[in-house]
C-alpha cells in the first residue's frame, strides 16, 4: 500500500536571490510567499527536482507530468489556504462545480502542494488523488474544496 503522503523540502537563500533579482530580502520575502507569483517557480523547480514535463498549455487541468506518465496539479498552501478544485472555480464571481472537481481528480495523479508560507524553507507535499476524493467524500474540504492553512496541516498531520 503506498503512502497517503510524501515531502521534499526546497532551501532558498533570500540574499542569494535579492541579490541576482535586485530586490530587497522584504521584497523577495514578499513575492515568495504570494501563490500567484510563486506558482511558476515552484512548478519549475518541482519539474526539475522530479524529472517530469511541464504541461503543454497553461489551460490544461495539471502542471507536471512525471517520468510515469503520472499528471499533477502544483498548488501553493498560502496564508488564506489551499483548494483542490480547478482554477477556474475559484475567484470573485467564479462558482464551484462538483462535476468538473471530480472530473479533475480523475485526470490528476495528485497534488504537489508548496507550504510557501514558511518559505525560504518550502516543504512540498505530495497528496494523492484518492486522498482528497476521501477528505471530499468526509466533508473535510471546504464546501468548495478550499480549506484554511491550519486544517490542512491538520489533515496532513494525522496520517
Not at 521534499?8 to 530580502?25: G, Q
Not at 468538473?100 to 490528476?108: A, M, P, R, S, Y
Amino acid at each position: 500500500m503506498k503512502s497517503n503522503f510524501f515531502f521534499t523540502e526546497f532551501k532558498w537563500d533570500v540574499n542569494e536571490l535579492s541579490k541576482s533579482l535586485h530586490l530587497t530580502n522584504e521584497e523577495i520575502k514578499e513575492y515568495f510567499k504570494d501563490g500567484r507569483r510563486c506558482s511558476f517557480l515552484i512548478e519549475r523547480k518541482l519539474r526539475i527536482y522530479m524529472k517530469a514535463e511541464l504541461a503543454e498549455t497553461e489551460g490544461k487541468s495539471y502542471d507536471l507530468i512525471d517520468e510515469n506518465n503520472n499528471k499533477w496539479e502544483v498548488r501553493s498552501h498560502t496564508n488564506d489556504g489551499v483548494y483542490f478544485c480547478p482554477s477556474y472555480m475559484m475567484g470573485s464571481g467564479r462558482k464551484f462545480d462538483e462535476e468538473g472537481f471530480l472530473k479533475k481528480l480523475k485526470v490528476v495523479f495528485g497534488y504537489k502542494i508548496a507550504n510557501i508560507q514558511t518559505f525560504p524553507n518550502v516543504k512540498v507535499y505530495s497528496i494523492f488523488s484518492e486522498k482528497v476524493l476521501e477528505w471530499y467524500k468526509k466533508g473535510e474540504l471546504g464546501k468548495n474544496t478550499k480549506i484554511k492553512p491550519k486544517k490542512f496541516l491538520t489533515l496532513i498531520n494525522e496520517q
